[in-house]
């Protein structure tokens, strides 16, 4: 089944804890990107890659770090997660062109205390 | 630099009544615009897409948009609503030569009362 898996699905953890969020892909998705979705700020995009080694910042990146080491993959790393990190994230990978559509994982709950 | 808005954070409707979610954008070059939904606890999913072409787009389960570029505006309908339709929908543009960005709207939550 073609799917974006996201791991895990629910974390509390305290401040300063690093911390990584997992994400993988199985359709061979040149682009992935993680978003942040927040109650009246809808999604946002936290970092993006193009392709394996390609990464680039998104709108809110601060305080995120991802790396992109084999196409499949594309975790998000938390160095020193704080409380304005409480928020849902979602993985999502596309194939090609941004006229297609993007797949989204089913989202990890996070809570910095 | 693009944007979206979405101007109705809550439409509550009854069931088989119509709706229309609303969707503006700003862009000084041409875009796509996408409609995508969240059912509850899940991660979102394509409902349609206007690339070019017709400005009247539909999906599989009913729903409708229609790009008016003049009103730069890519309303959602759906003429009788079920209560399954009960969602947060999120209306989202890219630029057309730019892969990069996918941007969302703040998202209209749509609650069908029975």
Request: hydrophobic share 30%; with cysteine; charged share 20%.
């Amino acid at each position: 089944e073609a799917q974006v898996t996201q791991n895990p699905r629910y974390l509390i953890t305290v401040t300063g804890k690093k911390l990584t969020v997992t994400c993988s892909q199985n359709m061979n998705h040149e682009y992935m990107s993680w978003y942040r979705q927040d109650p009246g700020l809808g999604l946002r995009q936290i970092y993006y890659s193009m392709n394996v080694e390609v990464t680039d910042k998104g709108d809110v990146p601060e305080g995120y770090k991802v790396s992109r080491k084999e196409k499949r993959n594309f975790p998000l790393i938390l160095e020193s997660p704080s409380p304005n990190q409480t928020s849902l994230y979602f993985c999502a990978s596309r194939f090609g062109q941004s006229n297609n559509e993007q797949f989204f994982g089913p989202g990890t709950r996070l809570t910095v205390l | 630099a693009q944007s979206v808005t979405q101007l109705d954070s809550q439409v509550p409707v009854f069931e088989e009544a119509p709706v229309e979610l609303r969707c503006n954008y700003s862009s000084s070059v041409s875009v796509y615009l996408f409609w995508y939904v969240q059912y509850p606890n899940q991660g979102l999913q394509l409902l349609l897409k206007y690339l070019s072409g017709s400005t009247l787009v539909e999906s599989i389960n009913g729903f409708e948009a229609e790009f008016n570029k003049s009103q730069t505006s890519f309303h959602l309908r759906k003429p009788s609503v079920h209560i399954s339709d009960t969602a947060e929908y999120f209306c989202a543009v890219s630029e057309a030569h730019n892969t990069d960005k996918l941007i969302f709207g703040t998202g209209t939550r749509l609650q069908v009362f029975p």
